[in-house]
């Protein structure tokens, strides 16, 4: 009797064990189903766009930055305007500000031509210097200006750029403009509008071939232009330089006493004040230092060139536009003689 107690102890101890482990087991094979059905988090948004870097807006004093000239002309819309050499100079009356009243007259006369005899109404000046031939005084005006950390316009010939080239090069290495002034230095107003384009363009190109370098800027030689000659530059993409300041220091042989040279530039002090001086002379080569330090005494700043350009507002007069004009007519020209556009 004893022994078939034990056995049914024994019998049901094996019964509760199964049944737990059977338990375990189908909670596992659950928890693991779950595991395995949970889903997987995928993100479906796309990057977000890097954000183009926000374009600084020019302040004045920097450095402006000038368009590449898109050399062209509408010869016949230049045609319609008057030829004749428009006589000017800065004279000796001048406003509250020493400003030559003439050169703001003549500003508001032809600014629209996108040129400049005077600057902006600012305590800034700037230097520009022409260079139809080489008097050995260029490299110490360059060491002074680069000692005084101020840059400077050359105007430049083709005669100069050929025959004094490492001082070319050496303007555009040390961050000065290089100015066209013409390949040949004829008067604007005695040559066609033609003539004139081809003046600029000869050396626009023979500079960017040799010295890598792209001219935004003109000036006139001997300063003489017409209204014609003024569209003609404007529709090549340029900006015209005039100057409110000039004196007589072109004749190397009669160079003037540099204390009153100093006197002279010092005295036309002026906001906007662009100055022509000679780079042949010997006397701006002695005072330029000491007109920079008085300039800046008197609370100027010699400035880097930076007057804005002003859109061309003549009708039909976009180098652009007529670039494709040109382009268009030679086509059709073309067509009707049956020849091909080399």
Not at 28 to 53: G, L, N
Not at 122 to 134: H, P, S
Not at 234 to 250: E, I, L, M, R
């Amino acid at each position: 009797m004893k022994n078939r107690w034990i056995s049914i102890l024994l019998a049901l101890v094996l019964t509760v064990g199964l049944t737990a482990c059977t338990t375990d087991r189908g909670e596992e094979r659950s928890s693991s189903s779950e595991t395995e059905q949970e889903p997987v988090s995928v993100s479906s948004s796309e990057p977000e766009p890097e954000s183009e870097p926000e374009e600084q807006e020019w302040e004045s004093g920097d450095p402006y930055p000038y368009a590449e000239p898109a050399m062209g002309s509408n010869f016949p819309v230049v045609a319609q305007l008057s030829g004749e050499a428009v006589t000017w100079g800065p004279a000796t009356n001048m406003d509250e500000e020493n400003r030559p009243i003439a050169c703001l007259q003549l500003q508001e006369q032809y600014g629209d031509y996108n040129v400049n005899f005077i600057g902006p109404d600012e305590k800034r000046i700037y230097l520009t210097f022409d260079e139809g031939y080489e008097n050995g005084n260029t490299a110490d005006i360059l060491d002074i200006l680069k000692e005084k950390n101020v840059k400077a316009v050359f105007f430049v010939t083709g005669h100069y750029c050929k025959t004094n080239p490492e001082l070319v090069q050496r303007m555009i290495d040390e961050g000065h403009i290089v100015g066209n002034h013409s390949m040949n230095h004829p008067n604007f107003t005695t040559i066609t509008p033609e003539e004139m384009y081809e003046e600029v363009k000869e050396l626009h190109d023979y500079v960017q071939e040799n010295f890598d370098y792209t001219m935004f800027l003109f000036r006139y030689p001997e300063g003489v232009f017409s209204e014609q000659s003024l569209a003609v530059l404007q529709d090549a993409g340029y900006q015209t330089s005039f100057w409110s300041y000039a004196y007589n220091d072109w004749d190397q042989n009669n160079q003037p006493d540099p204390d009153t040279a100093y006197q002279k530039v010092t005295g036309a002090l002026h906001p906007g004040a662009i100055y022509l001086l000679h780079a042949v002379s010997e006397t701006n080569s002695e005072i330029l230092g000491d007109f920079i330090d008085e300039a800046r005494s008197q609370g100027y700043e010699v400035s880097v060139y930076n007057i804005p350009p002003v859109e061309n507002p003549r009708e039909g007069a976009s180098a652009s536009s007529q670039t494709e004009s040109q382009s268009e007519s030679q086509t059709e020209s073309q067509s009707e003689s049956g020849t091909e556009a080399e």
